[in-house]
């Protein structure tokens, strides 16, 4: 006969008020097997815990039940109780009869009624529960981090400087992101680059840093603190070891009208190029595409004239596998862009303004570049159609962001910060210049940036018009702009020389298939999800894998920064100790009854399934099974309700607890 | 490719206007669909769909309108086509309407006193020449092409909107028009003011309200050097039509209202300023019917305000 214990919890009134809790401890003391039963006004506060020990000790309990609020409150709070008092903690078991039951009905008898029930069936579990002991893996003290924008950037620094080794894969040829395409940044308007770049310094020189650019993830495999990724070293076509940066190539290359993406199409480079001057690495890349050698095999300019013999038209893709213990994800974001989108795609285009065929009418990026003092026109801000300094600007707001209609409904939270900016920007450079802006409400929370915006309205002559604008057509060399001023009720027509749109953040291109490989859940705009949105922001559901920056939702970048340290902190965190404990409810396959359907592992949500051949001592191959690798498993039970030979087991959760349960209702 | 053996046919619904001030419409469409080869059925006893009127005064009366002449139209075989904007609009929107909600259907179903019908197709004439008729079947039909007509293709506000209704075409960026058009062998000129309305009924009620619109269109087609404009829609006609004498007389030889500023930044006042030109209005099934060989002097063309006659002997379309 089993020795249970019972604690009924008052939890102050929370219980207590709908449920008589003394008639709940009563009716489980005369449940068979329970030895002891009580309630009390609080058992989480240490008297309570104190009793529930005293209990065990005392009673010889082998088995608890605290019928109190949720498990995902207290349940190790009371664990941890029932260790110290020498019980295995995972024969301690809450009834949550405070969100199941007191706070969701009013009816005094059936709320006890229902909270007996409920402790009945817990009792029937504990009964036939078995001890546990917690898993423990080895942790492999090495992080990747997969981005190299600010986010990237920060964690890798982060994670290296506390003395681990860090792997920074980036998938263009040079690090620096979107920040380094910025001109000045908000609130303070300091250059991006002056402080973006010495921490791309930092990251090149970081002995604990391994940096690949022009690298994807291939693959991941394994668990936290037991990952194998398998990195593509895209081919550079130029050797890093021997390149020395001297740019020779770059200057006798004959193909020198491609357009720029790091200046959004505006500014022209070669066919073997780095981005950007300050490109760490400062190791060109040949672009396949558009080099007349891989095109028609006549050229190979940049090989004749490379000193050190770089340049290597024969080069491969390279495939590496690198042991992991933990994995930031911050792979940043892209703008939306306004033109035509494909038929079925749930993100719509902008046919009033043209589908983006006006080339005045600019996104807020390339005007980023036009500022910029490394820009394609040297930050004179000179429009894209004829070189001509616009005298009227118009700047529009929440173009795709705020747009149920347009198939976005979230606010993309960097644009009234930014586009406040650009007017002042706008207003440095050209004195006698206009700049307006259509708004829908100015969002600016965060330190010093409603100060910052107040700046533009009224120190720097911004005009801020109220209302949204509905259609842009080019007339003559003016593009018209439609728009409305809700505040004085007026239809407003301003003729506008060049037009910026603050379009919307998104999630990058293939973030949902990189996400399918790191086995990472994301949200219907493909942003990555968080485990919880308030209490752990950083923290992939899946374990082990991190998240920095905009590719979890848009961000500015102080706000990014904080998340990669947060990201750091908590691989350094699970990079403190050698070994790693995990909770032990995880799915056990008895062999012995297994089939090798497989139906386990199709459903997996986790990955955690494989195959395992059973052999004989001779060698032979009796039968093939399903294994579960412990150290992946979530413990989630599907296996379990879908097994047809029922052979896979959740401990903790086994079919015989379940039974039991049912059969005491 | 196969010529489609299979005769088109359809019910219609011509509505009030295209008895009245649009005749020229009903005449032409009915000259087109003959020509095409397609059947072409009036819905016996229909009556006004109560066009933008009613629907600003009272939604279970302009409902029942449209619920009523729908169950009326189940009698003609065929899918109902409609020439008018605003007929397609309202019967297409009572469709979307009352699939939606059960509790309006059947308040409307005791006004009319019957069932209302929701699912013969409705469809717009643009969208049975260019799709169901076919663009290459049309090209092929052309006898007299449209060669050096330069037109601009006015699709007015009610055409494509809102998006969730009318399903004819991109609801800002359309191109079902100058698709027909080009089959037909005339030229769609690029221009601004496509999709923008032209003060639609309250040509009777603020007849100022309409000049000024309609003036920005009729320049706006100017600038894009169109020799006419094409329509489908007897309210956009007539504004552009009727009104054009009037807007002439307010507005003259220059563009100073086109597009006021409130903040007082320079405006070019007409900084070409010149004559304004006559600008014909056709209706797509004029055009159409034109180059299907349909002789002029069956088109209407005499019914109208400004003279296409001009411009089409110019052309040597006559």
């Not at chain 1, 009208?257 to 500014?267: E, L, S």
């Not at chain 1, 004749?304 to 933990?326: M, N």
């Not at chain 2, 037909?184 to 009924?201: D, F, I, T």
Request: proline share 5%; with cysteine.
């Amino acid at each position: 006969m089993s020795r249970i214990g019972v604690f009924v919890c008052h939890c102050g009134e929370n219980i207590s008020r709908t449920v008589d809790v003394e008639q709940v401890a009563k009716a489980a003391g005369e449940i068979p097997g329970v030895a002891y039963s009580c309630d009390y006004k609080y058992m989480c506060s240490d008297p309570g815990q104190n009793l529930l020990k005293k209990a065990v000790a005392e009673q010889k309990l082998d088995g608890v039940v605290v019928a109190a609020c949720s498990p995902r409150m207290h349940e190790k709070t009371f664990r941890k109780a029932a260790d110290a008092a020498g019980l295995n903690p995972y024969l301690c078991d809450m009834a949550n009869i405070r969100e199941h039951c007191s706070w969701v009905h009013e009816d005094r008898k059936l709320a006890t009624a229902k909270a007996s029930d409920i402790v009945k069936l817990m009792v029937e579990r504990v009964k036939k529960g078995k001890s546990l002991a917690p898993i423990v893996v080895p942790v492999t003290k090495k992080a990747l981090v997969i981005g190299g924008g600010i986010a990237g950037i920060q964690a890798a620094l982060d994670i290296a400087d506390a003395g681990h080794q860090v792997l920074l894969v980036e998938r263009d040829p040079s690090i620096g992101g979107h920040m380094a395409q910025l001109s000045e940044t908000f609130p303070t308007l300091d250059c991006s680059q002056c402080i973006m770049t010495p921490k791309m310094v930092d990251v090149a020189n970081h002995p604990n840093i391994t940096l690949y650019t022009y690298a994807e993830v291939e693959k991941v495999e394994g668990y936290i603190g037991n990952f194998s990724v398998t990195i593509r070293r895209k081919a550079r076509s130029v050797d890093e070891e021997k390149c020395t940066g001297c740019g020779i190539c770059m200057t006798k290359c004959p193909k020198k009208k491609i357009p720029n993406d790091f200046d959004q199409g505006h500014g022209m480079r070669s066919a073997i190029y780095v981005p950007f001057p300050q490109a760490v690495p400062n190791t060109p890349v040949i672009d396949r595409e558009n080099c007349s050698m891989f095109q028609s095999g006549k050229c190979g300019v940049c090989a004749k004239v490379c000193g050190p013999g770089a340049v290597d038209f024969g080069q491969e893709d390279r495939l590496t596998v690198e042991a992991i213990g933990a994995i930031v994800v911050a792979t940043g974001f892209k703008l939306y862009s306004i033109d035509r989108k494909p038929a079925g795609s749930p993100i719509q285009g902008y046919g009033e303004f043209g589908y983006g065929t006006i080339p005045d009418v600019i996104d807020g990026m390339t005007f980023e570049r036009l500022a910029s003092a490394s820009g394609p026109t040297g930050g004179k801000i000179l429009r894209p159609s004829d070189g001509k300094e616009p005298k009227q600007v118009v700047f529009i707001q929440c173009v795709g962001s705020r747009a149920r209609e347009k198939g976005i409904s979230y606010c993309s939270k960097v644009c009234c910060m930014y586009t406040a900016k650009h007017t002042m920007l706008y207003h440095h450079k050209v004195h006698d210049g206009q700049a307006y802006v259509f708004y829908m409400d100015a969002r600016t929370p965060g330190k010093g940036y409603d100060e910052f915006w107040r700046r533009a309205v009224e120190e720097e002559e911004a005009v801020y018009i109220r209302g949204m604008v509905s259609r842009l057509y080019q007339k003559g060399d003016k593009i018209m702009v439609m728009g409305s001023d809700t505040l004085v009720g007026v239809q407003v027509e301003i003729e506008a020389d060049l037009v910026v749109l603050a379009t919307a953040v998104q999630a990058r291109d293939g973030a949902d298939l990189l996400a399918q490989k790191l086995g990472i859940s994301y949200d219907k705009y493909n942003f990555y999800s968080e485990a919880h949105a308030k209490l752990k922001p950083v923290e992939c559901a899946t374990a082990g894998i991190y998240l920095a920056g905009a590719c979890q939702g848009p961000k500015d970048i102080p706000d990014t920064v904080s998340q990669a340290s947060a990201a750091a902190a908590k691989v350094m965190t699970l990079f403190s100790k050698d070994k790693l404990e995990r909770d032990p409810v995880v799915a056990k396959v008895n062999e012995k009854y297994c089939v090798g359907c497989l139906a386990c592992k199709k459903v997996c949500a986790y990955g955690a399934v494989e195959e395992k051949e059973i052999r004989d001592r001779q060698g032979n191959l009796v039968k093939v099974v399903a294994y579960v690798n412990p150290g992946v498993c979530g413990g989630c039970g599907t296996c379990q309700a879908t097994c047809p030979s029922k052979s896979v087991e959740l401990d903790g959760y086994t079919d015989e607890q379940i039974m039991a349960m049912i059969e005491a209702l | 490719m196969t010529p489609n053996k299979k005769r088109l046919n359809y019910s219609y619904y011509p509505g009030c206007s295209l008895h009245a001030s649009g005749k020229e419409y009903d005449i032409s469409t009915r000259a087109l669909f003959k020509a095409l080869n397609m059947g072409l059925k009036e819905v016996p006893d229909w009556f006004c769909c109560g066009a933008t009127p009613a629907h600003n005064v009272d939604e279970l009366l302009s409902l029942s309108l449209c619920a009523k002449n729908l169950s009326l139209a189940e009698e003609v075989e065929g899918d109902l086509a409609v020439a008018c904007a605003a007929c397609f609009s309202r019967l297409k929107t009572t469709q979307h309407h009352l699939k939606q909600d059960a509790a309006k259907r059947k308040q409307v179903e005791t006004a009319i006193d019957g069932p209302a019908p929701l699912g013969k197709p409705v469809k717009h004439i643009l969208e049975i020449l260019a799709r169901e008729f076919g663009l290459a079947k049309l090209e092929e039909h052309v006898k007299k092409p449209l060669l050096g007509l330069k037109v601009a293709c006015y699709y007015g506000c009610l055409l494509t909107r809102p998006p969730e209704v009318p399903d004819l075409d991109d609801c800002e960026d359309p191109s079902i028009m100058e698709d027909i058009l080009r089959s037909l062998g005339a030229v769609p000129v690029k221009w601004s003011h496509r999709m923008e309305c032209c003060g639609a009924n309250f040509t009777l009620s603020r007849p100022g309200v309409v000049l000024k619109l309609s003036n920005a269109i009729l320049e706006s087609a100017r600038l894009g050097e169109a020799d006419c404009i094409m329509v489908a829609c007897p309210l956009c006609h007539g504004n552009l039509d009727i009104r054009q004498q009037g807007i002439k007389e307010k507005y003259g030889s220059t563009d100073p209202t086109l597009f006021g500023n409130i903040f007082g930044s320079e405006l070019q006042q007409g900084g070409e300023a010149q004559q304004q030109r006559d600008l014909p209005i056709f209706y797509v099934t004029q055009l159409a019917a034109l180059a299907m060989g349909v002789p002029s002097d069956k088109l209407g063309f005499e019914s109208v305000i400004i003279d296409p006659k001009p411009l089409l002997r110019e052309k040597q379309l006559l």
